[in-house]
T-cell receptor
Framework: DTGVSQDPRHKITKRGQNVTFRCDPI?????LYWYRQTLGQGPEFLTY????????KSRLLSDRFSAERPKGSFSTLEIQRTEQGDSAMYLC??????????????FGPGTRLTVL | AQTVTQSQPEMSVQEAETVTLSCTYD???????LFWYKQPPSRQMILVIR??????QNATENRFSVNFQKAAKSFSLKISDSQLGDAAMYFC??????????????FGKGTKLSVKP
């Protein structure tokens, strides 16, 4: 168990550019979550996958955001036409997806995005 | 919609002393989970402790324990024998057990804990 990994750890981009982040969950975890954390705030839910299916998207996820999880393994989060308001830490978490009460989310180190 | 409130933006404790971090939440659900996560500076978030609402017994994990008051919708974290490594942001989080929210966590704004040597 190597934990949840995210790449890159830091990304600086100019306004209007597209960026893509990657998350590798803990192996055999079938649930994967994306959160966004701005300075001084707690993480806010963006979207959630059960295996390869994207089952829920927050209203925070504008049309410029898209997420995928092909084959139910790693996931990517793409932001098109970045805006300065997109600057934040993007966190990925995974959980085993255990039925009933045993599910706990494990977080990756995050990708810090700065939009100039 | 559920909300989580942490009313203490910052707290400070002397090494080896005890500190309590506060958390209140609002929900109309009767069954749910509550969590405390720790986020050290520039490091990833890790789970400290979890509580299931249907359990009356307060959860404990070594030096960490909670005071869960369901009727008051209060979920405080007590850290005993504080260590320098406990310095971090602490987030209280809520998770529904029902469908629709699919298990996403709802976080408070966090409490920054400093530990003085």
């Amino acid at each position: 168990d190597t934990g949840v990994s995210q790449d890159p750890r830091h990304k600086i981009t100019k306004r209007g550019q597209n960026v893509t982040f990657r998350c590798d969950p803990i192996s055999e975890h079938n649930r994967l979550y994306w959160y966004r954390q701005t300075l001084g705030q707690g993480p806010e839910f963006l979207t959630y996958f059960q295996n390869e299916a994207q089952l829920e998207k927050s209203r925070l996820l504008s049309d410029r955001f898209s997420a995928e999880r092909p084959k139910g393994s790693f996931s990517t989060l793409e932001i098109q036409r970045t805006e300065q308001g997109d600057s934040a830490m993007y966190l990925c978490a995974s959980s085993p997806g255990l039925a009933g009460r045993g599910d706990t989310q494990y977080f990756g180190p995050g990708t810090r995005l700065t939009v100039l | 919609a559920q909300t989580v409130t942490q009313s203490q933006p910052e707290m400070s404790v002397q090494e080896a002393e005890t500190v309590t971090l506060s958390c209140t939440y609002d929900t109309s659900e009767s069954d749910y989970y509550l969590f405390w996560y720790k986020q050290p500076p520039s490091r990833q978030m890790i789970l400290v402790i979890r509580q299931e609402a249907y359990k009356q017994q307060n959860a404990t994990e070594n030096r960490f324990s909670v005071n869960f008051q369901k009727a008051a919708k209060s979920f405080s974290l007590k850290i005993s024998d504080s260590q320098l490594g406990d310095a971090a942001m602490y987030f209280c989080a809520y998770r529904s057990v029902y469908g629709g929210s699919q298990g996403n966590l709802i976080f408070g704004k966090g409490t920054k804990l400093s530990v003085k040597p």
